[in-house]
């Protein structure tokens, strides 16, 4: 079992009698659950706050299961507090800047990232390639994780070997020029949409910090 205390404390302890199998301190701040990637070896950890006590100066941390040292660890400014899903060897998982992350669970390779309205605190939800999650601008939002997947294998296994590096660089290219144009250009998005039902925190503010499932 692994567990992450609020003040960033990592711990793997054996369920069968208690005894901590090891420990790393990974910050000051931390408000989320760990996630196994378990095909990768690694835990995988988010942190608010590395030095501080409030959010800001955060990081996103893969432990090796057998040690708990450090395999690898990426910064982020605004801290996060999402508990990351994973699926295979890839996770996801979003900032208090408003940012939702795919990387390779092995070595930290980001695949993409969107930018939503506001800040991601709750953990995404993956049902059938699609991933699902909500922001404190208080929108649902659903995104296809198929590009990570194609953006990866399409140009190393098929259009540089057939194609050349330069060209299959110049084609993805004017690829990506298209369908920035097009994302310009009035449309109905997949969807994106504001919660059917308001949900109150404790301090009365309609914008859940729960993980959907």
């Given at each position: 079992?692994?567990?992450?205390?609020?003040?960033?404390?990592?711990?793997?302890?054996?369920?069968?009698?208690g005894?901590?199998?090891?420990?790393?301190?990974?910050?000051?701040l931390?408000?989320?659950?760990?996630?196994?990637?378990?095909?990768?070896?690694?835990?995988?950890?988010?942190?608010?706050?590395?030095?501080?006590?409030s959010?800001?100066?955060?990081?996103?941390?893969?432990?090796?299961?057998?040690?708990?040292?450090?395999?690898?660890?990426?910064?982020?400014?605004?801290?996060?507090?999402?508990?990351?899903?994973?699926?295979?060897?890839?996770?996801?998982?979003?900032?208090?800047?408003?940012n939702?992350?795919?990387?390779?669970?092995?070595?930290?390779?980001?695949?993409?990232?969107?930018?939503a309205?506001?800040?991601?605190?709750?953990?995404?939800?993956?049902?059938?390639?699609?991933?699902?999650?909500?922001?404190?601008?208080?929108?649902?939002?659903?995104?296809?994780?198929?590009?990570?997947?194609?953006?990866?294998?399409?140009?190393?296994?098929?259009f540089?070997?057939?194609?050349?590096?330069?060209?299959?660089?110049?084609?993805?290219?004017?690829?990506?020029?298209?369908?920035?144009v097009?994302?310009?250009?009035?449309?109905?998005?997949?969807?994106?949409?504001?919660?059917?039902?308001?949900?109150?925190?404790?301090?009365?503010?309609?914008?859940?910090?729960?993980?959907?499932?």
């Open positions: 079992m692994y567990v992450l205390d609020d003040d960033c404390a990592a711990r793997k302890i054996n369920v069968h009698n005894h901590v199998v090891w420990f790393k301190k990974l910050g000051n931390c408000a989320a659950s760990p996630a196994v990637a378990s095909q990768a070896g690694v835990v995988l950890m988010s942190v608010l706050s590395v030095q501080g006590h959010p800001g100066g955060g990081r996103f941390v893969a432990l090796s299961i057998k040690n708990g040292k450090i395999v690898w660890s990426r910064p982020d400014g605004a801290g996060t507090e999402t508990s990351p899903i994973v699926s295979n060897t890839t996770v996801y998982y979003g900032d208090q800047g408003g939702l992350y795919s990387r390779n669970a092995k070595n930290g390779h980001l695949y993409w990232a969107y930018h309205s506001g800040a991601i605190k709750g953990g995404p939800a993956l049902v059938n390639g699609i991933l699902y999650f909500g922001d404190y601008a208080g929108r649902v939002y659903a995104l296809s994780t198929a590009g990570s997947i194609l953006g990866t294998f399409l140009p190393v296994f098929w540089i070997p057939t194609y050349g590096t330069r060209p299959t660089l110049e084609g993805f290219g004017l690829v990506l020029v298209g369908v920035s097009a994302g310009l250009w009035p449309r109905n998005r997949r969807w994106q949409r504001k919660p059917a039902c308001k949900c109150w925190s404790a301090a009365g503010t309609p914008w859940p910090e729960t993980s959907a499932i």
